[in-house]
C-alpha cells in the first residue's frame, strides 16, 4: 500500500496549501488594513517561493528514495 503515487499527491498538496493559503492571509490583511491588494501580491509570490521550494525539496527526496541502486562498482 506504500504507492509512489501518495508521495507525489503530498507534494502537490503541499504545493498547492503554499500558495493558497498565503495569499488568503495576504487578502485578510489588506482587508484588515485596507490596503488592496498589496498584502495579497505579497503573500502569494511569498507563498510561490515556499511551495515550488517545499516541492523542490520533496520531490528531489521522493526521487532519491524510489531509486533502484545502481550495479554496485561493476563495469561496463
Known amino acids: 500500500m506504500n504507492s509512489p503515487a ?6 502537490g498538496t503541499f504545493l498547492a496549501t503554499s500558495i493558497v493559503g498565503m495569499t488568503v492571509v495576504g487578502h485578510l ?3 484588515r488594513f485596507d490596503t488592496e491588494p498589496v498584502w495579497t501580491l505579497v503573500f502569494l509570490m511569498l ?3 515556499a511551495g515550488f521550494y ?6 528531489r527526496d521522493f526521487i532519491r528514495s524510489n531509486q533502484t541502486p545502481r550495479g554496485g562498482g561493476e563495469g561496463r
Request: proline letters at 0%; a negative charge; aromatic letters at 12%.
Open 6 to 11: 501518495f508521495g507525489l499527491l503530498g507534494i
Open 47 to 49: 507563498g510561490l517561493l
Open 29 to 31: 490583511l489588506d482587508g
Open 54 to 59: 517545499g516541492a523542490y525539496v520533496q520531490l
